[in-house]
């Protein structure tokens, strides 16, 4: 049976690495910005920016089988160099826009239906200089867990951790040769991420495959946050 997947942000990086998978055997719904990769692949695209809209449901179907939340940050500062208007504009695109957007579907979510958001390697694993996103996303993590107890067993609700991602977010921190290298020496797998390997995990999260688990946050980051090779 095809599904009904709602994306939000899904036009590039790991949120377009789910499309690209999920287009071949469901209906895919992206809620973003911008949709100028998606000439090649058969979605339905609602514009929409997590920050300042609200999104029109009527847009989409009755029911919803699959939710994904891709939106994030990376703002790696000296927290004293960190403004209070930072910690508040990632709180905003990560948690409250995460909230704001599942308030608005979750009486479309289908019985037995899964929902995946996204937090980082450095909330379980402190590490300098994430003060604000590890707290953005330390938010959603907290949220995902008291959601999965309270939408059992009806709604599913997972979340992936990973740590650094060769997209376009990090691509300030991935931006030559010699820093994709030292990036990729802080991993014990010794490479850093590829947008294939977060959306893996997110399509197992959300098929039937995971159907016997909710609450979790996975972690997919080349061993960074439980081995210590140093």
């Known amino acids: 049976m095809e599904k009904n997947i709602l994306l939000i ?10 499309a690209e998978r999920l287009q071949k055997a469901n209906n895919v719904y992206i809620a973003s910005r911008t949709n100028e990769e998606m000439g090649n692949i058969n979605v339905t695209h609602i514009p929409f920016d997590v920050t300042t809209d609200t999104l029109d449901v009527s847009k989409l179907p009755n029911e919803i089988h699959g939710f994904a939340y891709c939106p994030g940050s990376i703002n790696l500062k000296p927290f004293k160099m960190m403004s209070l208007e930072t910690f508040q504009e990632d709180m905003q695109l990560n948690f409250f826009g995460l909230v ?7 009486g479309r979510m289908a019985d037995d239906s899964s929902m995946v958001f996204f937090s980082t390697v450095a909330v379980g694993t402190g590490m300098p200089f994430h003060t604000s996103v590890a707290s953005a996303k330390g938010a959603i993590e907290g949220f995902a867990k008291s959601m999965a107890a309270e939408y059992a067993p009806k709604i599913r609700i997972n979340v992936v951790a990973p740590s650094l991602v060769d997209t376009p977010l990090a691509k300030r921190l991935l931006s030559n040769d010699k820093k994709v290298e030292m990036m990729s020496q802080r991993h014990p797998l010794k490479r850093v991420g590829k947008p294939e390997d977060i959306a893996n995990i997110a399509l197992f999260l ?3 495959e995971s159907s016997w688990m909710t609450g979790q946050i996975v972690g997919v980051d080349g061993g960074m ?6």
């Open 100 to 106: 704001n957007t599942v308030k608005n579907i979750i």
């Open 9 to 18: 942000g899904g036009s590039h990086g790991i949120g377009f690495a789910m």
């Open 206 to 208: 959300l098929g039937e």
């Open 225 to 230: 946050s439980t081995l210590n090779i140093s």
